[in-house]
């Protein structure tokens, strides 16, 4: 199989898988291209990611130039095409050509001679235009009508465009330096997060555990929460264990952390990955919402809790097409329930941090209305009332809604 065309159906495969089946984007890309040499991993990923950004607008090309019902793998292999001819800087015969023959290495050769008619539409034609107002401004930024209506009421329609821009755009290596290596691109205002122009130079570090893969975003929840020495940690949705690791960190070793994650297998492998790093940690299997721990004991409680996911977009755009127009409400009652039961564990004096990675009105301002929450301080972002918002247009991180409740 010429290379080329073994780029594209790889991108056809793992795009099916992500789009039809529900796997995460971030996961299987690393996964699905180990076998594939440097340069082609980087092609398909590129060309994997910007068939899901713009997922929207190219079935719509599709369908206008087809006209007709299209097996799945077929489609898959048109997305594949029509992106890289819309959205790249690629060569339109090569894209062509390397998606006839893709879809004959998949096993559809009768198929070969429409998807060669389809392209080469797209590639005379380009992309049908687009419609006007709100509805046509959803499909250029590559999100359903509904999701930029709700950002729009939030934020307004320039932040809201201006969010979703900066979300299309590939996302940098942040990493959390733990022995003062200082790689890389300091981040104002979060202490010890950098941001890598060049990860293959750091590859060691990283393998060895002085440097922890960390958005910024990330490392400024720890900030926020600030644990000191000797306190009484806990960590309500611990797992992957990051942001545990990182309150580690900041406790000096000293003191009792405790991480609860529901998921047994999840925080069984968090508890393998922290243990490798020497961190004494204690794991407890428990639902956040109400935790097997006592009231009343804990110094510091951290809550990063479950949600819709838009701010990391960069990485994982699939979820605009997986969350439903009530999923943020729905998001919402559900950590508003956790809160409360986070509040409960808070010694007098204590410190509480609530933290979502994502930038709905819903899962953010609305839960923490009426707690007294305040925004943490030292930290770049926009001041929403009751806590902070950071995000790619705004702190070049991902998104991420950090909020103080100090008791």
Same mark, same amino acid.
């Given at each position: 199989?010429?290379?080329?065309?073994?780029?594209?159906?790889?991108?056809?495969?793992?795009?099916?898988?992500?789009?039809?089946?529900?796997?995460?984007?971030?996961?299987?890309?690393?996964?699905?291209?180990?076998?594939?040499?440097?340069?082609?991993?980087?092609?398909?990923?590129?060309?994997?990611?910007?068939?899901?950004?713009?997922?929207?607008?190219?079935?719509?090309?599709?369908?206008?130039?087809?006209?007709?019902?299209?097996?799945?793998?077929?489609?898959?292999?048109?997305?594949?095409?029509?992106?890289?001819?819309?959205?790249?800087?690629?060569?339109?015969?090569?894209?062509?050509?390397?998606?006839?023959?893709?879809?004959?290495?998949?096993?559809?050769?009768?198929?070969?001679?429409?998807?060669?008619?389809?392209?080469?539409?797209?590639?005379?034609?380009?992309?049908?235009?687009?419609?006007?107002?709100?509805?046509?401004?959803?499909?250029?930024?590559?999100?359903?009508?509904?999701?930029?209506?709700?950002?729009?009421?939030?934020?307004?329609?320039?932040?809201?465009?201006?969010?979703?821009?900066?979300?299309?755009?590939?996302?940098?290596?942040? *990493?959390? !330096?733990? +022995?003062? =290596?200082?790689? @890389?691109? $300091?981040? #104002?205002?979060?202490? &010890?997060?950098? %941001?890598? /122009?060049?990860?293959?130079?750091?590859?060691?570090?990283?393998?060895?555990?002085?440097?922890? *893969?960390? !958005?910024? +975003?990330? =490392?400024?929840? @720890?900030? $926020?929460? #600030?644990?000191?020495? &000797?306190?009484? %940690?806990? /960590?309500?949705?611990?797992?992957?264990?990051?942001?545990?690791?990182?309150?580690?960190?900041?406790?000096?070793?000293?003191?009792?952390?405790?991480?609860?994650?529901?998921?047994?297998?999840?925080?069984?492998?968090?508890?393998?990955?922290?243990?490798?790093?020497?961190?004494?940690?204690?794991?407890?299997?428990?639902?956040?919402?109400?935790?097997?721990?006592?009231?009343?004991?804990?110094?510091?409680?951290?809550?990063?809790?479950?949600?819709?996911?838009?701010?990391?977009?960069?990485?994982?755009?699939?979820?605009?097409?997986?969350?439903?127009?009530?999923?943020?409400?729905?998001?919402?009652?559900?950590?508003?329930?956790?809160?409360?039961?986070?509040?409960?564990?808070?010694?007098?004096?204590?410190?509480?941090?609530?933290?979502?990675?994502?930038?709905?009105?819903?899962?953010?301002?609305?839960?923490?209305?009426?707690?007294?929450?305040?925004?943490?301080?030292?930290?770049?972002?926009?001041?929403?009332?009751?806590?902070?918002?950071?995000?790619?247009?705004?702190?070049?991180?991902?998104?991420?809604?950090?909020?103080?409740?100090?008791?």
């Amino acid at each position: 199989m010429k290379r080329g065309v073994e780029a594209r159906v790889v991108s056809a495969t793992l795009l099916e898988r992500i789009i039809d089946e529900g796997a995460y984007s971030n996961v299987l890309i690393r996964t699905g291209t180990r076998d594939l040499e440097q340069r082609d991993t980087v092609f398909v990923q590129r060309l994997v990611y910007t068939a899901i950004r713009y997922l929207l607008r190219i079935d719509r090309t599709i369908d206008r130039y087809a006209q007709r019902t299209i097996d799945g793998d077929v489609r898959n292999v048109l997305r594949i095409g029509v992106g890289e001819i819309l959205f790249t800087d690629g060569d339109d015969y090569a894209a062509v050509d390397s998606a006839v023959e893709a879809v004959r290495a998949l096993g559809f050769p009768r198929a070969a001679g429409f998807v060669n008619g389809v392209l080469r539409n797209v590639a005379r034609n380009g992309e049908p235009e687009l419609p006007q107002g709100g509805e046509g401004e959803a499909l250029r930024l590559g999100v359903p009508a509904w999701l930029f209506e709700r950002l729009v009421d939030a934020y307004g329609a320039e932040e809201a465009a201006t969010f979703l821009k900066e979300s299309n755009q590939p996302a940098k290596v942040g *990493v959390r !330096d733990r +022995s003062g =290596i200082q790689p @890389g691109s $300091a981040v #104002d205002g979060i202490h &010890g997060a950098f %941001v890598l /122009d060049d990860v293959a130079r750091y590859r060691t570090e990283i393998a060895d555990g002085a440097l922890t *893969v960390s !958005d910024p +975003s990330s =490392i400024a929840v @720890g900030l $926020a929460l #600030d644990p000191q020495p &000797g306190d009484r %940690v806990v /960590d309500l949705a611990a797992a992957p264990g990051g942001k545990t690791l990182h309150l580690w960190d900041l406790m000096g070793g000293r003191g009792v952390l405790v991480a609860m994650d529901r998921h047994q297998r999840r925080a069984a492998t968090a508890a393998r990955r922290l243990r490798r790093t020497g961190a004494d940690v204690s794991w407890v299997i428990g639902d956040a919402a109400d935790p097997p721990l006592r009231p009343g004991t804990f110094d510091r409680v951290l809550l990063d809790a479950p949600c819709t996911g838009l701010g990391t977009l960069r990485r994982r755009p699939e979820i605009r097409h997986r969350i439903e127009p009530d999923s943020s409400e729905e998001a919402g009652r559900l950590q508003r329930r956790m809160l409360d039961a986070a509040v409960a564990l808070l010694r007098p004096g204590g410190r509480l941090v609530y933290s979502v990675c994502t930038i709905t009105r819903e899962e953010t301002t609305a839960v923490v209305d009426g707690t007294g929450s305040r925004a943490p301080t030292g930290v770049q972002g926009l001041d929403l009332g009751g806590g902070i918002l950071l995000a790619p247009h705004l702190t070049g991180s991902d998104g991420m809604f950090i909020a103080v409740i100090d008791r």
